[in-house]
């Protein structure tokens, strides 16, 4: 298995611009979460998917930032307009369930910076 | 919310040692907890998981201990390798509606020497 996969690895931009990451889960998973990493903040939950229906978006900073699942397969984070706080790393994680001891298995993240 | 910390944000060992990393919770009614590594440059790895109805869990090198009095887990390591070297995360899952949620400490750096 290819494991989930993320791109780009790592994106530069200028603040204004609009950025979009990319996620493909691990084939047969039908849960999918967005991360963002930070020194200041830890590790923290943006959103997360159930067959392709977003369940909890409260993590989600703002209206500059939107999530979207089109297929089980497929996923994107955007944000728009970028700014310089929005510089992290995004994780994409994907599980077989939410049980209580189902594992999330994390892709190798996007960093972004926003200059 | 749930609330996870750590005792100490980093922790030095000489290669062969035992490793033991904390991590405190603040929700008495947690019944699953998780241990993640996370290397340079890399995603969250899984190591080892609990649950509230157990005290201890074996792995390979890894024990996971939970004190549900005193709301405490920790990992322990045995000899510690320089390929353990990385972040250590404990992460807690949600209950009810919210148990599709992790909530991750801010981690232990582990740094081992040779």
């Known amino acids: 298995d290819a494991g989930v996969i993320q791109s780009p690895r790592h994106e530069v931009t200028e603040m204004g611009q609009e950025v979009t990451l990319r996620c493909k889960p691990i084939s047969g998973h039908d849960y999918l979460f967005w991360y963002r990493q930070t020194m200041m903040r830890g590790l923290e939950l943006l959103i997360y998917?159930?067959?392709?229906?977003?369940?909890?978006d409260s993590g989600m900073p703002e209206d500059r930032f939107s999530a979207k699942m089109p297929n089980a397969s497929f996923s994107t984070l955007k944000i728009q307009p970028s700014e310089p706080r929005d510089s992290a790393v995004y994780f994409c994680?994907?599980?077989?369930?939410?049980?209580?001891?189902?594992?999330?298995?994390f892709g190798p993240g996007t960093r972004l910076t926003v200059l | 919310g749930e609330s996870v910390g750590l005792h100490l944000p980093t922790l030095s060992v000489q290669e062969g040692d035992n490793s033991i990393i904390n991590c405190a919770y603040s929700n008495s009614a947690s019944d699953y907890f998780i241990w993640y590594k996370q290397e340079s440059g890399k995603g969250p790895q899984f190591i080892i998981d609990?649950?509230?109805?157990?005290d201890k869990r074996q792995g390979q090198r890894v024990t996971v201990l939970l004190n549900k009095t005193v709301k405490h887990l920790s990992l322990q390591i045995a000899a510690t390798q320089p390929g353990d070297s990385a972040v250590y995360f404990c992460a807690e899952r949600g209950r009810g509606s919210t148990l599709g949620r992790l909530y991750f400490g801010r981690g232990t750096q582990l740094t081992v020497w040779p």
């Open positions: 998917f159930n067959n392709n229906v977003p369940i909890d």
């Open positions: 609990i649950r509230s109805n157990m």
């Open positions: 994680a994907s599980s077989s369930g939410s049980g209580l001891t189902d594992t999330q298995y």
